[in-house]
């Protein structure tokens, strides 16, 4: 079975922290995911990536940051939380080919307050 | 650019009863589709997906979808549903190729009532 992990289910920060969020994967995948949840906005991706240390700005990138320096691992960064990145975050990863293909498998999530 | 459009944000049924959750999508060009589920206090997971063939598409737990090209829709159904059901349900559109980025609807509170 594939399996996504996130570092924490719960987290609470304080406005202006940085704060990292930590998704490893463990079936090989080439690409991977951060989402942010929020109610009544489902699902909205913040930055995704192709390969080790490639990366692509999502729909909502602003005041977030990603690193990959292993394939197994993407983290997303928050330089400087706010208030307003209080939310559930999602890291998804898929493989680029073969029957598991187009098929994102997702973490538990994280679900982070920012005070 | 896609976008998904998930026509009722909560579905309240009784248990055995059927349900509809209803699913259009906007797209400038041909589209994957999928319904994902997300049972409480977990993520997201895969119910059913269409990429290409036969317009009905059977997925896990008893769902189907149908695709609908004219229509732009998608729909999820289920003949008789199970208080296991109660989920937040996600439709979500992709394009061919590329980076297999998904774009999600608001999402679908179905509620089972006994």
């Known amino acids: 079975d594939v399996k996504v992990t996130q570092s924490s289910r719960y987290l609470v920060k304080r406005t202006g922290e940085k704060v990292f969020l930590e998704c490893v994967q463990d079936m090989d995948h080439e690409n991977m995911f951060w989402y942010r949840q929020d109610p009544g906005l489902g699902l909205r991706l913040i930055y995704f990536?192709?390969?080790?240390?490639?990366?692509e700005k999502g729909d909502i990138p602003e005041g977030y940051s990603v690193s990959r320096e292993k394939k197994e691992r993407f983290s997303l960064i928050l330089e400087s939380a706010s208030t307003n990145q209080t939310s559930m975050y999602l890291c998804?990863?898929?493989?680029?080919?073969?029957?598991?293909?187009?098929?994102?498998?997702f973490g538990p999530g994280t679900r982070l307050t920012v005070t | 650019a896609q976008s998904v459009t998930q026509l009722d944000s909560q579905v309240p049924v009784f248990e055995e009863a059927p349900v509809e959750l209803r699913c259009n999508y906007s797209?400038?060009?041909?589209?994957?589709l999928f319904w994902y589920v997300q049972y409480p206090n977990q993520g997201l997971q895969l119910l059913l997906k269409?990429?290409?063939?036969?317009?009905l598409v059977k997925g896990i737990n008893g769902f189907e979808a149908e695709f609908n090209k004219s229509q732009t829709s998608f729909h999820l159904r289920k003949p008789s549903v199970h208080i296991s059901d109660t989920a937040e349900y996600f439709c979500a559109v992709s394009e061919p190729g590329g980076a297999q980025k998904l774009v999600f609807g608001q999402g679908t509170r179905l509620t089972i009532n006994p």
């Open positions: 990536s192709y390969d080790v240390k490639m990366k």
């Open positions: 998804a990863s898929t493989s680029l080919g073969g029957q598991g293909s187009y098929e994102q498998y």
């Open positions: 797209s400038s060009v041909s589209v994957y």
């Open positions: 269409y990429l290409s063939g036969s317009t």
